[in-house]
């Protein structure tokens, strides 16, 4: 396992959104009619209105786009997390196990992160030096195992027998990975690489299992 020191990178980069498609209708957004609310004869006339304009397959790709942006969300967060934690860690074994020598931008970068993680430990600011260590360990909340499965059950579960939407959930993991990339400046550390390959592991084998073709896993 690689132990680098990652944190000198600039947080704003988190919150670059995912690239997507606006699909217009008429200068309008053709999904509007789902944020009306149905409680008069005129909001049902828009709806109806609206409704007449939509293309499915401007629908489904609205949807598709929905799915990978969550997956994105979902797979930068946790590489952010394991990054950071490797980072507090690594930080702890060199200055006298004072968590209050790393910066306040980590911190606020690993509580930027935490909630779309689902986790619900104990807080960050809390944390002992080896409570820190432990959360990337085999066995932790943000481990190699644990990290893979929850990506990949959200993508697998969130799809269901789709697999195009599995195919864009799967495109939201692989840019959640470059964007963590491109926070930190350089290559993720072995744990978050040895987790990208477990994830697209799985994913890709339930692609296969759906739909009997194998797609470009490469990160």
Do not use: C
């Not at 699909?23 to 109806?48: A, C, H, V, Y």
């Not at 409704?51 to 997956?71: C, N, P």
């Not at 969130?158 to 799967?170: I, P, Q, R, T, Y």
């Not at 994830?199 to 759906?210: F, G, S, V, W």
């Amino acid at each position: 396992m690689k132990y680098t020191t990652y944190l000198t990178k600039k947080s704003d980069i988190y919150n670059k959104p995912l690239k997507g498609e606006n699909m217009q209708i008429n200068g309008t957004n053709s999904l509007d009619f789902l944020s009306i609310n149905p409680n008069s004869q005129d909001s049902i006339e828009r709806i109806k209105e609206a409704a007449s304009k939509i293309d499915v397959s401007e629908l489904t790709r609205g949807y598709h786009m929905q799915f990978m942006q969550q997956s994105f969300e979902l797979s930068n967060g946790n590489f952010n997390m394991q990054v950071g934690f490797m980072s507090l860690s690594f930080g702890f074994n060199n200055q006298d196990n004072s968590f209050n020598n790393f910066t306040q931008e980590l911190k606020d970068l690993l509580n930027q992160n935490i909630d779309i993680t689902g986790y619900s430990g104990k807080p960050i600011g809390d944390l002992s030096p080896q409570e820190a260590s432990d959360l990337i360990s085999d066995s932790g909340y943000f481990g190699i195992d644990n990290t893979a499965n929850r990506i990949a059950d959200f993508i697998i579960n969130g799809a269901g027998d789709d697999v195009e939407m599995m195919k864009s959930g799967l495109e939201g993991v692989k840019e959640g990975f470059a964007q963590a990339e491109a926070l930190w400046g350089q290559a993720l550390p072995d744990i978050s690489e040895q987790t990208m390959d477990k994830t697209l592991d799985r994913i890709n084998q339930a692609i296969m299992e759906l739909s009997g073709n194998v797609v470009n896993v490469t990160a």
